[in-house]
């Protein structure tokens, strides 16, 4: 338990900075829903009807999202130069294989398998879409 309290400490200004992205994100998106709800009757589906009818078609975009924020908070810094440009053709191909197979896909995939697809999106862009820096 001292080995995570240690961490929470060290990392205090980044969870803050990630509450503040997370609460922002969600306050927007509830804002961008009721202007949708309001605008029902001209045909605008809301972002939870999106999810619902369009889940099985989505996996690609749950992949990416684990991926970018991935990329975001939990960089991997490889000490040198080199373009990133080869780890992302491997991720975002992995992105286009997914939305291929997602076109594919009749039923929607269970909250697991979503969960599954956010965490190894997440771990790939960390192993494979490093951020490169000199070395001094």
Do not use: C
Not at 54 to 76: C, D, E, P, S, V
Not at 91 to 108: D, K, N, P, Q, Y
Not at 111 to 120: G, R, S, T, Y
């Amino acid at each position: 338990m001292s080995k995570l309290n240690r961490f929470l400490k060290r990392h205090l200004s980044e969870i803050r900075t990630i509450k503040i992205i997370v609460a922002s994100m969600l306050g927007l998106m509830v804002l961008i829903d009721i202007v949708l709800v309001t605008l029902e009757g001209k045909d605008y589906p809301t972002f939870s009807l999106v999810v619902k009818t369009l889940r099985h078609r989505l996996i690609w975009f749950t992949f990416l999202y684990g991926g970018l924020m991935a990329k975001i908070f939990y960089t991997r810094k490889v000490g040198v130069k080199k373009k990133e440009v080869t780890g992302l053709v491997v991720f975002f191909s992995i992105v286009l294989l997914l939305f291929g197979i997602g076109r594919h896909l009749e039923t929607a995939p269970n909250l697991l398998l979503q969960v599954l697809l956010l965490l190894i999106g997440g771990i790939v862009a960390y192993s494979v879409w490093p951020q490169y820096q000199e070395n001094k």
